[in-house]
């Protein structure tokens, strides 16, 4: 697709339980994001990824949550033991080497019960 | 810390007059600072970059300035419309360790009353 892809684009599970999120960037960007947005807060910056660099972890907020990105494409956060301060909409952001500016999808609601 | 403050969660302004946000950091020295558009629901969508050495850069009816003395940028939406009621972001680039990583403010909720 033209855009970023991210799915699922709801995802409702209870305490406890793991979740995978998955996001496909646009073809060619090599750097690749994770923010976390809760209601009514603004963008919270998780990881990042960049070609064959090791990824800037620093933002994840537990060791309960992990990316990974295989073959320099898509990528997929995990959240284990989900808890329901994790409830918000995780984003999912791509950009090109040549460019600054980055490129979302539209998220991923996940709301822990 | 770095810190990025947006001037206010909500502006709200009549048709027609020009709207303008307001972005301060503190703490750092960023290389270019970009602004972004949220609708309810959605992603947020690019609209510009401004750099450290540019005082301004224009695109359509919008308006960026970046003043690296003040560490403050300002973002006008001139002729404003129904249409650009949305939540404004800004972004400035993290510093150091050379990667150009994105901070985020929270956002001004703007509504243009017709």
């Known amino acids: 697709g033209a855009g970023v892809s991210q799915s699922p684009s709801n995802k409702v599970t209870e305490k406890g339980k793991d979740v995978e999120l998955r996001c496909d960037p646009i073809s060619g960007h090599t750097a690749l994001y994770w923010y976390r947005q809760s209601l009514g807060q603004g963008l919270e910056f998780l990881i990042y990824f960049q070609g064959n660099s090791a990824p800037d972890k620093s933002g994840l907020p537990s060791d309960r949550f992990s990316a990974e990105r295989t073959g320099g494409s898509v990528s997929t956060l995990t959240i284990q033991r989900t808890q329901q301060e994790d409830s918000a909409v995780y984003l999912c952001?791509?950009?090109?080497?040549?460019?600054?500016?980055?490129?979302f999808g539209e998220g991923s609601r996940l709301t822990v019960l | 810390s770095q810190k990025i403050e947006q001037n206010s969660e909500a502006l709200n302004i009549q048709e027609g007059k020009t709207a303008t946000l307001t972005c301060n950091y503190t703490n750092y020295s960023p290389a270019y600072l970009q602004w972004y558009r949220q609708d309810p629901g959605r992603g947020p969508v690019f609209l510009l970059l401004i750099r450290e050495n540019e005082k301004e850069k224009r695109k359509e009816r919008l308006k960026v300035t970046f003043d690296t003395t003040l560490k403050q940028s300002l973002f006008h939406i001139t002729a404003s419309q129904p249409a650009d009621s949305a939540t404004y972001l800004c972004?400035?680039?993290?510093?150091?360790?050379?990667?150009?990583?994105?901070?985020f403010g929270k956002g001004t909720k703007l509504s243009v009353i017709p």
């Open positions: 952001a791509s950009s090109s080497p040549m460019a600054g500016e980055l490129f």
């Open positions: 972004a400035p680039s993290r510093a150091g360790a050379g990667s150009y990583q994105l901070t």
